[in-house]
C-alpha cells in the first residue's frame, strides 16, 4: 500500500451511525482479503476475511463488500460504538500464487464521537 | 494466554548494535510470519516460516537482517548493525496453514535505534 506518512486518512461518525471504509488494492491476482482493526500500542486484530469467489461476508455488526471488477473492498460498521475507534487496515495475498505474506493498504482512522 | 506474544515490549539500543526480538507463537501454528510496521503505515511483510524453514524471506530489507526458528514454534529477528531507519514496530503473526488463512498478530516489539 502507498504510504499516507503521520496523516491517516480519518473518518468521524457519531456514535450509533454507520460507519464505511473504503479500500483499493492493485494486484489483480489478490484472492484473499482481510480486514484488521489496530488500537494504539496493540496488534493488527482480525475483523473479518472473504475469498475472491465472493462478493459480500458479514459478520457481528461488520460487512465486507468486494468489487473485483474496479478492485475496492469496503468494511462496513453497522452501529459504530466507541470502542470502534481504532485504525483499520485492508489486507491481501494471493493465494492461487503461492505468496502467503499479506499486503497491508495505509490505514484509515476511525473516530466515533460519543 | 493463547495469543502470539513477543519479548521484550520495548527495546532502546544504539546505532550499530545487535538485536535479537522474540516470537512465541500460538501453539500448532506451523506458519510464522514477520511484519515491520513504521509510524502511521501499514505493516510491511519481512520473512515467513513454514515450520522450520524460512519458505519467503524476500521482504528482509538487506543482509542486516536475518530470522531464525530452529524447533518450528519460538523464532528470533536479529538485527545486526543497527540503523536509525531500523526504528519501528515489528509484528509477530502466526496462522494454523500455509493457505493463507487468518493470521493472528502479536502486540508488537517497538524497536527504537538512538
Known amino acids: 500500500g502507498e504510504s499516507v506518512g503521520l496523516h491517516l486518512p480519518t473518518l468521524s461518525v457519531q456514535e450509533g451511525d454507520n460507519s464505511i471504509i473504503n479500500c483499493a488494492y492493485s494486484n489483480s491476482a489478490s484472492d484473499y482479503f482481510i480486514w484488521y482493526k489496530q488500537e494504539s500500542g496493540k496488534g493488527p486484530q482480525f475483523i473479518i476475511d472473504i475469498r475472491s469467489n465472493m462478493d459480500k461476508r458479514q459478520g457481528q455488526r461488520v460487512t465486507v463488500l468486494l468489487n473485483k471488477t474496479v478492485k475496492h473492498l469496503s468494511l462496513q460498521i453497522a452501529a459504530t460504538q466507541p470502542g470502534d475507534s481504532a485504525v483499520y487496515f485492508c489486507?491481501?495475498?494471493?493465494?492461487?500464487?503461492?505468496?502467503?505474506?499479506?499486503?497491508f493498504g495505509s490505514g484509515t482512522r476511525l473516530q466515533v464521537q460519543p | 494466554g493463547a495469543g502470539v506474544s513477543q519479548t521484550p515490549s520495548n527495546k532502546v539500543t544504539e546505532k550499530g548494535k545487535y538485536v535479537e526480538l522474540r516470537c512465541d507463537p500460538i501453539s500448532g501454528h506451523t506458519a510464522l510470519y514477520w511484519y515491520r510496521q513504521s509510524l502511521g503505515q501499514g505493516p510491511e511483510f519481512l520473512i515467513y516460516?513454514?515450520?522450520?524453514?524460512?519458505?519467503?524471506d524476500s521482504g528482509l530489507p538487506n543482509d542486516r537482517f536475518f530470522a531464525v526458528r530452529p524447533e518450528g514454534s519460538v523464532s528470533t529477528l536479529k538485527i545486526q548493525r543497527t540503523e536509525r531507519g531500523d526504528s519501528a514496530v515489528y509484528l509477530c503473526a502466526s496462522s494454523t496453514t500455509s493457505g493463507g488463512g487468518e493470521q493472528f498478530f502479536g502486540p508488537g516489539t517497538r524497536l527504537t535505534v538512538l
Open positions: 489486507a491481501e495475498n494471493s493465494r492461487d500464487t503461492g505468496r502467503r505474506a499479506l499486503t
Open positions: 516460516f513454514q515450520g522450520t524453514g524460512a519458505a519467503d
